[in-house]
Each structure stands twice: as C-alpha cells, then as structure tokens.
C-alpha cells in the first residue's frame, strides 16, 4: 500500500488546503456549538451544511486555478506535450496581434482564452472535470484516479471509475440542495434532511484525496526555477527530463528542493554536455549565501539519476570552518547513503544520493538542520576585517581564513592590544597572502568574549555587542535580548 502524496509544492494547491482547512474549522465550530448545555439537537446543522457547501466550492476553485496555472506553463514550454484540445483552442485575433507585435506574452494569452471558456462552466460533476482537463491531458481520468485510490489504501473498499464518480456526484448533489433548496427533503417545506459532523468530514476528507489523486493523474507541472540567462535551453532539456519519469512524487520533491535552494541564495546552472549523452546535469551553487552548499542534480532519459554532494567543496563555505559543524554535516551527508560505502574519516569522498522522493527528502532534512546552524554565524564586514564566527559559551569563535586590520590604531589597549600581538607572535594572525593591509586567521579562535574578538580584529576599540551581525544585519545584542525575552 502507497503512502498519501504529499501535496504539491503550488499556490494554488496551497490555497486548496487552506479552503478545506476553513471547511474542517466550521464543523469544529458547530462540534463546540453542540457541547452547550443549552444548545438545541440540530442547532449547528446549518454550520455543517456552510462547511459542505465551502469544501466542494473549495473543488471548483481549484481546478479552475489548476488548469489556468498548467495551460499557461504549457504554452511556455516548447517541450511540453499539448493535446488536441489544447492545439484547438480558440485565441481572438486581438490576442495574437498582441502577441505578435510583443504587448502580451503568449502563456498569458493563451491563459486568457482558457479563462473566458472555463470561468463560467461549474467544474464539479465528473463529466465537466474530464472535458476541462482535455486542456492539459490525454489521460483516461477517472480511471486513473480510481488506481490512485486503490493504490492509497482508502477506506470504503475497492474503487473502480464509476464508483469514484458517483461518490462526486453524490458530493454535488447535497451541495446543490444545500445551496439551491435549503437541504428540504422531497416533497416538505419544512423538514430538511439530517447532517453530522462525520458527513461533512468524509465528505471533506474524499474532496482532498480527490484533488491529490487528481493531481498525481495529472503529472508534474515541471516549473523550474529560473536559472542563468544563458542556459535556458538547457533548463528545458532538464525540465525535459524530469517529465520524462513519469514518476510524479519524485520530480515534485526535486522541484522543491530546487525552489527552496534558489530561496537560499543560490545559483542554479542548468548543464547539457555538448557530446551525445543520456545524462543532464544541475549544478547548484552559493558563493554569497552560508545557509546553502554545492550540489549537482544528474538526470537520465527515462529514468531517475541522483543527487552528487562534492563534499570537498563544502569546506569552502563559512558555517563549515566550525569544526564542530562540518564533522556533523559529514555524519548527516553519510548518513543519506549506506554506511558501509562511506569512509567515516574522509570528508572529501562525493556523496551520491538516489533521485527519488525519499532521497531527496533526505536532502531537504540535512539542508534545514545546516540552515538552522547557519542562523547562528555571525559576521564582521567592515573597519578592515572580513570575519566570520559564532557564539562558543560566553565567548566567540574565529572561524579560520578570517581577515583581520593589518596595523592596530590607538585605540587598541590593555589586554586586547596584548592578545593580538600575541597571536602574531604565535602565527595565529598572519599577514594575508593577496592584501598586504589584512591579517588572516589560520586556524580557528575562541575568544573570551565577542568584543575581545571585534577589538583584536578591527585592531581598535569595538563593541562586540553591535559589531557581530547575522547575514540579516540583526546584532549580536538583538539575538541575545531576543534569546532572553524567550527564555522567561
């Protein structure tokens, strides 16, 4: 039995959820309701059917923002497979004349022909759902929406088309006589027909199984992150590639691992080798950004490549000149793999990680630890230094290759000016190789305290307190007086 898919990484399906959770929030309102010792037996039907009424519109909704969201990516994409109806819609002629002479972008137009055919049409019953989604797919819809179910172990037994569908209709039907007939049984005018909380949670519950289910269907929307401006084409061919897995689960975890590295600052370098090969490759890299590393994304016609994490480079990056913090990240990155193939002394060995929903998984959990440690580097920019380091008890720790003033000004005294001759003297601080007007730090340093480590670097009196920032330019006095104020 197949886990649930996790929803997809999109506004729109987010927007879905959100509209299925206000649905859920009015049938725990009329739970609360029924729990007064004065409420009436059917005092909070009318929530129940209000929450009936807003999880089905919540269906609607999405699949007209869907579709919208899906024609334009594809007529966006040279690559991406149109259907018959999807070639045969219909675009004004103003629309094409905007196109042509460059006023409108022709994913818009397109977008805009879908929307004046659809906005009006009630995407609810099953028939209306299969002709919409024509637009985007040849799919047998229901069908596959029925393996889906199957495949997820859903309650109520084995589900074939037809049941799938009728269920939906039985769906829309209480809605439209909630909506149109204020829920009367046949034949009254006064008594209208029984609801529970449990109705409308199965009746919510089969809604977003149906949007998930519909999605997997559907296949990945294959929107990549934009790369450098002179590799589109190789960013189609990735693109490409990953549709080409048919393996919906795996490309939208690939895709929100790619989202969430851009998020971080990275670069992303789509790369087709210009020799004959089955292979694409992603490098993903941050030269600015300490809350992310390099890493290369390999995929093949067909089928799923890997993930490669080049290990050696990650010493480059600031957070990992912490010891502490690199030793972790190799038991972390090992980890993703089987032990047996990984040195444990070695932290220059590439780790490779299957492409696949777990794998990447595995990644996106490594990388939310790192960025969670990153939050806690702090920074120099300024007065001569280039520093970076992080709180060690009371104290602060120097990261190695920080630079430091060459030459101390007056006011640098006492035991400041003391501990930075000292770590002259003991080749601690040496003059920097490219910048005679710098020092560098050559191993790691823990200093007493965070203004002895600015004063000794800066090469005059500083204030630790304001001069350590975090990436964000928040203070070192703000991160504490925060850290205090949630500690009470």
Aim: negative net charge; hydrophobic residues 45%.
């Amino acid at each position: 039995m197949a886990a649930i898919a996790t929803p997809p990484a999109t506004e729109e399906f987010a927007a879905f959820t959100r509209n299925l959770d206000y649905a859920r929030r009015i049938v725990d309102t009329g739970l609360a309701l029924s729990q007064l010792p004065m409420a009436k037996p059917d005092a909070n039907d009318d929530l129940y059917r209000a929450a009936w009424v807003q999880g089905v519109s919540a269906l609607d909704h999405w699949l007209h923002e869907e579709l919208y969201r899906r024609i334009a990516a594809i007529a966006d994409d040279q690559y991406a497979d149109r259907t018959r109806w999807f070639r045969e819609l219909p675009l004004p002629v103003g629309a094409l004349e905007d196109v042509h002479f460059g006023k409108l972008p022709l994913p818009q137009a397109v977008q805009a022909a879908a929307t004046a055919k659809l906005e009006f049409v009630t995407l609810l019953k099953p028939d209306r759902i299969k002709e919409a989604l024509r637009l985007v797919t040849d799919v047998v819809l229901w069908e596959r929406v029925a393996d889906v179910f199957n495949a997820w172990g859903l309650p109520a037994g084995r589900h074939d088309s037809k049941g799938v569908q009728d269920r939906l209709k039985s769906v829309d039907e209480r809605r439209n006589r909630i909506a149109h007939r204020t829920d009367l049984i046949d034949g009254s005018l006064t008594e209208r027909t029984g609801i529970t909380a449990q109705d409308v949670t199965e009746a919510i519950d089969f809604i977003n199984h149906l949007g998930l289910a519909i999605t997997q269907v559907l296949g990945p929307d294959v929107d990549m992150p934009p790369g450098a401006a002179d590799d589109a084409a190789d960013r189609d061919s990735f693109r490409k590639r990953l549709r080409a897995w048919n393996l919906p689960a795996a490309v939208d975890a690939v895709i929100r691992l790619l989202r969430d590295w851009a998020a971080a600052g990275a670069d992303l370098h789509y790369h087709l080798p210009e020799r004959a090969t089955s292979k694409a490759t992603l490098i993903v890299s941050a030269p600015d950004s300490p809350q992310s590393w390099q890493m290369s994304v390999l995929t093949h016609d067909g089928r799923p490549g890997s993930i490669e994490i080049p290990a050696q480079l990650l010493a480059g990056r600031p957070l990992l000149s912490d010891v502490v913090v690199r030793d972790e990240l190799r038991e972390r990155i090992e980890a993703l793999v089987d032990a047996a193939d990984a040195a444990a002394d070695r932290t220059d060995a590439p780790t490779t990680i299957p492409l696949t929903a777990d794998g990447v998984e595995a990644v996106e959990e490594v990388l939310s630890w790192y960025r969670d440690a990153a939050e806690e580097i702090l920074f120099i920019k300024g007065r001569g230094a280039d520093a970076r380091g992080r709180e060690s008890g009371t104290g602060l720790t120097v990261f190695e290759g920080s630079t430091a003033r060459a030459t101390a000004t007056a006011s640098l005294t006492g035991d400041y000016a003391r501990q930075r001759e000292n770590l002259i003297a003991r080749q601690i601080l040496v003059p920097c190789g490219y910048d005679p007007s710098r020092l560098v730090l050559t191993a790691d340093f823990r200093f007493a305290s965070p203004s002895a480590a600015a004063s000794v670097l800066v090469g005059g009196s500083a204030n630790g307190q304001e001069e350590w920032r975090t990436t964000e330019g928040r203070t070192l006095k703000e991160i504490r007086l925060q850290r205090a104020a949630t500690d009470r």
